[in-house]
C-alpha cells in the first residue's frame, strides 16, 4: 500500500517550525564513517529513508549501526562503529534506492583499497552521471574497471594529485575529499562544489584528524594523513528544507519563523522571495516570512550554489503558478527536472515548457487536484501548491517525499495547515 496525502487549501499557515539537518550533509557523513575504526556519532539526524537505506548500506559492509530516537522523536542520533570490513561489495538493490551511495566508493578505495558498486544510473531528474567520480578517482590513483551495471575498482596505494572538475559537481567534490584524506601526499579539487554541505563535510573530516582547507571556495586542499579517528557531530540545518517551508509561508500568505536555519545558505531564494513581495526578517539562525496578498511573479536560473539551487526551483514554480505575471526558469543542472508542471497543470497553472526552459504566468486560483510526485522536490512543490488551491489535493507518490523531508505533513500541520496522511 502507498501513502498519500491530503490537502484542503486555503489555510494562511503561522507560527514557527523547525527544520531539520541537512539529508545531504549526513549522506555523505555517514559515508565517511567507514574512513576510521572508531566510534562516529551523528546527532540530530533526520528520520528520512534515504538515511535508513545508507544505514542498510553500511551494516551490510560490515560496519556496526544504531539509531537512536531523541527527545519527541523529531530526530535521532546515529552511532556508526566500522572496526573492520565485512565486504566491499555495496549490495546493487540498495545502491539503486540511493544514488548518493556512490560516494562509498571513495571511503572504501581509503579504508581497504577495494570497492564493488553497482553503477548508480540516472533517476526521473536526469541522467547523472558519474564520470567525474571516477576521473577522480582514477588520478588519485584508483583501478576502476566498469562491467556492465557493475564498478570494481581497487587501489594499492592512493597518492596525492591535482584534480580539476569539469563541473563543480558535489557528489565528485565528497568521493574525492574521502578518498584524499588518507591518500600519500597533498590534493587539490579545483572548480570544486562550493555548496554548504561541502564544508560541513570538511568541518567534520578534520574533528576526525583530516588536514582540509577551502571547502566553500574554487579549489579545496587535501593533506593526507595516516589515520582519523572517531567524532561526535551535529550536521548543519537543511537550507532545502527550510527553503520550503519559506516558500509554504509565502504561498498561503502565512507568518512563520524557520528555526534552525541559516540565512546565508538561502540567500538567493531569500532575494527571490522579496522580489515576490515577501517581508522577511533574518536571525541567528531563524529566518521569519510573511507574505501578504497575490506574489509578483519573479525570474529563476539554477546554477551551483552560491547559485540559486535546483533543489529551490520546483517549490518556487509553485509560487510562480499563482503569482501576478509570468515567471521565466532556466534549469540548468538537470536535463529533466520540471516533474512538477503536470500536476500544476492538472491543478490548473498555466506553464509552458521548452527543453531547460520553463514560462510561468501566474493565475489567480488553483484547484485542488489528485496529483502524482515523480521525484521529491516536485513531490513538495505539489504539497505546496495543495496549500493554498480551492479544495482538495491528494498527492501520491509520497514515498519520494519521505526520501527527503522528515514529517513534511507533521511540521506544515502545526503551521495550521490541513493537511493528513492516508493509506491509498
Ligand atoms: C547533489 O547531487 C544533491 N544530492 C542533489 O540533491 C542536488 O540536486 C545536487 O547535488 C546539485 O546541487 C546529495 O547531495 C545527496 P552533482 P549530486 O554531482 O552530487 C552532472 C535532492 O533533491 N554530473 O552536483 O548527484 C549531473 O548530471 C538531490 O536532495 C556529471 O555530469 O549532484 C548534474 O547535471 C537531488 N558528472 C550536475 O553535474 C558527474 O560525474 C550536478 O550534479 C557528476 C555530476
Given at each position: 500500500?502507498?501513502?498519500?496525502l491530503?490537502i484542503e487549501g486555503g489555510?494562511?499557515?503561522?507560527?514557527?517550525?523547525?527544520?531539520?539537518?541537512?539529508?545531504?550533509?549526513?549522506?555523505?557523513?555517514?559515508?565517511?564513517?567507514?574512513?576510521?575504526?572508531?566510534?562516529?556519532?551523528?546527532?540530530?539526524?533526520?528520520?528520512?529513508?534515504?538515511?535508513?537505506?545508507?544505514?542498510?548500506?553500511?551494516?551490510?559492509?560490515?560496519?556496526?549501526?544504531?539509531?537512536?530516537?531523541?527527545?519527541?522523536?523529531?530526530?535521532?542520533?546515529?552511532?556508526?562503529?566500522?572496526?573492520?570490513?565485512?565486504?566491499?561489495?555495496?549490495?546493487?538493490?540498495?545502491?539503486?534506492?540511493?544514488?548518493?551511495?556512490?560516494?562509498?566508493?571513495?571511503?572504501?578505495?581509503?579504508?581497504?583499497?577495494?570497492?564493488?558498486?553497482?553503477?548508480?544510473?540516472?533517476?526521473?531528474?536526469?541522467?547523472?552521471?558519474?564520470?567525474?567520480?571516477?576521473?577522480?578517482?582514477?588520478?588519485?590513483?584508483?583501478?576502476?574497471?566498469?562491467?556492465?551495471?557493475?564498478?570494481?575498482?581497487?587501489?594499492?596505494?592512493?597518492?596525492?594529485?591535482?584534480?580539476?572538475?569539469?563541473?563543480?559537481?558535489?557528489?565528485?567534490?565528497?568521493?574525492?575529499?574521502?578518498?584524499?584524506?588518507?591518500?600519500?601526499?597533498?590534493?587539490?579539487?579545483?572548480?570544486?562544489?562550493?555548496?554548504?554541505?561541502?564544508?560541513?563535510?570538511?568541518?567534520?573530516?578534520?574533528?576526525?584528524?583530516?588536514?582540509?582547507?577551502?571547502?566553500?571556495?574554487?579549489?579545496?586542499?587535501?593533506?593526507?594523513?595516516?589515520?582519523?579517528?572517531?567524532?561526535?557531530?551535529?550536521?548543519?540545518?537543511?537550507?532545502?528544507?527550510?527553503?520550503?517551508?519559506?516558500?509554504?509561508?509565502?504561498i498561503?500568505?502565512?507568518?512563520?519563523?524557520?528555526?534552525?536555519?541559516?540565512?546565508?545558505?538561502?540567500?538567493?531564494?531569500?532575494?527571490?522571495?522579496?522580489?515576490?513581495?515577501?517581508?522577511?526578517?533574518?536571525?541567528?539562525?531563524?529566518?521569519?516570512?510573511?507574505?501578504?496578498?497575490?506574489?509578483?511573479?519573479?525570474?529563476?536560473?539554477?546554477?551551483?550554489?552560491?547559485?540559486?539551487?535546483?533543489?529551490?526551483?520546483p517549490?518556487?514554480m509553485s509560487l510562480a503558478a499563482i503569482a501576478?505575471?509570468?515567471?521565466?526558469?532556466?534549469?540548468?543542472?538537470?536535463?529533466?527536472?520540471?516533474n512538477q508542471a503536470e500536476g500544476l497543470q492538472r491543478m490548473g497553472a498555466d506553464i509552458?515548457?521548452?527543453?531547460?526552459?520553463?514560462?510561468v504566468h501566474g493565475v489567480e486560483r488553483l484547484r485542488g487536484a489528485a496529483v502524482r510526485a515523480?521525484?521529491?522536490?516536485a513531490g513538495?512543490a505539489l504539497v505546496l501548491a495543495g496549500l493554498v488551491a480551492d479544495g482538495v489535493t491528494t498527492v501520491s507518490?509520497?514515498?519520494?517525499?519521505?526520501?527527503?523531508?522528515?514529517?513534511?505533513?507533521?511540521?506544515?500541520?502545526?503551521?495550521?495547515?490541513?493537511?493528513?496522511?492516508?493509506?491509498?
Amino acid at each position: 500500500m502507498r501513502d498519500l496525502l491530503i490537502i484542503e487549501g486555503g489555510v494562511r499557515l503561522a507560527g514557527t517550525v523547525r527544520a531539520s539537518s541537512a539529508k545531504n550533509a549526513v549522506l555523505p557523513m555517514m559515508a565517511a564513517s567507514i574512513l576510521t575504526g572508531e566510534e562516529c556519532v551523528l546527532r540530530d539526524v533526520p528520520r528520512l529513508r534515504d538515511v535508513g537505506v545508507m544505514g542498510q548500506i553500511l551494516s551490510s559492509l560490515g560496519a556496526e549501526v544504531r539509531t537512536e530516537a531523541v527527545g519527541d522523536r523529531s530526530s535521532a542520533t546515529l552511532t556508526i562503529v566500522c572496526r573492520s570490513l565485512s565486504s566491499h561489495v555495496v549490495p546493487a538493490d540498495l545502491m539503486g534506492e540511493v544514488r548518493s551511495s556512490i560516494f562509498l566508493m571513495g571511503a572504501l578505495l581509503a579504508r581497504n583499497g577495494r570497492a564493488d558498486l553497482a553503477y548508480p544510473g540516472g533517476c526521473s531528474i536526469g541522467h547523472r552521471p558519474i564520470d567525474l567520480h571516477l576521473q577522480g578517482l582514477r588520478d588519485l590513483g584508483a583501478k576502476i574497471e566498469e562491467h556492465g551495471s557493475r564498478i570494481e575498482a581497487e587501489a594499492r596505494e592512493l597518492h596525492g594529485s591535482d584534480i580539476r572538475l569539469t563541473l563543480p559537481s558535489v557528489g565528485a567534490t565528497e568521493n574525492i575529499m574521502m578518498a584524499a584524506v588518507l591518500a600519500t601526499g597533498t590534493t587539490l579539487i579545483r572548480n570544486a562544489a562550493r555548496e554548504p554541505e561541502i564544508v560541513d563535510l570538511q568541518n567534520m573530516l578534520n574533528l576526525m584528524g583530516a588536514s582540509i582547507s577551502g571547502a566553500g571556495g574554487e579549489a579545496i586542499r587535501i593533506e593526507g594523513v595516516r589515520r582519523l579517528h572517531g567524532v561526535s557531530y551535529v550536521p548543519i540545518p537543511d537550507r532545502i528544507e527550510a527553503g520550503t517551508l519559506m516558500v509554504a509561508a509565502a504561498i498561503t500568505s502565512g507568518q512563520v519563523e524557520v528555526s534552525n536555519c541559516v540565512p546565508d545558505h538561502l540567500r538567493t531564494l531569500i532575494d527571490k522571495l522579496r522580489q515576490a513581495g515577501c517581508t522577511i526578517e533574518e536571525g541567528d539562525r531563524r529566518v521569519f516570512v510573511e507574505m501578504d496578498g497575490r506574489p509578483r511573479a519573479v525570474d529563476c536560473v539554477t546554477l551551483p550554489y552560491p547559485g540559486f539551487p535546483t533543489d529551490l526551483q520546483p517549490p518556487l514554480m509553485s509560487l510562480a503558478a499563482i503569482a501576478d505575471g509570468t515567471s521565466a526558469f532556466l534549469e540548468t543542472i538537470y536535463e529533466q527536472r520540471f516533474n512538477q508542471a503536470e500536476g500544476l497543470q492538472r491543478m490548473g497553472a498555466d506553464i509552458s515548457i521548452t527543453g531547460q526552459r520553463a514560462f510561468v504566468h501566474g493565475v489567480e486560483r488553483l484547484r485542488g487536484a489528485a496529483v502524482r510526485a515523480h521525484d521529491l522536490r516536485a513531490g513538495a512543490a505539489l504539497v505546496l501548491a495543495g496549500l493554498v488551491a480551492d479544495g482538495v489535493t491528494t498527492v501520491s507518490g509520497i514515498e519520494h517525499i519521505d526520501r527527503g523531508y522528515d514529517g513534511l505533513e507533521t511540521k506544515l500541520a502545526s503551521l495550521g495547515a490541513s493537511v493528513r496522511r492516508a493509506c491509498a
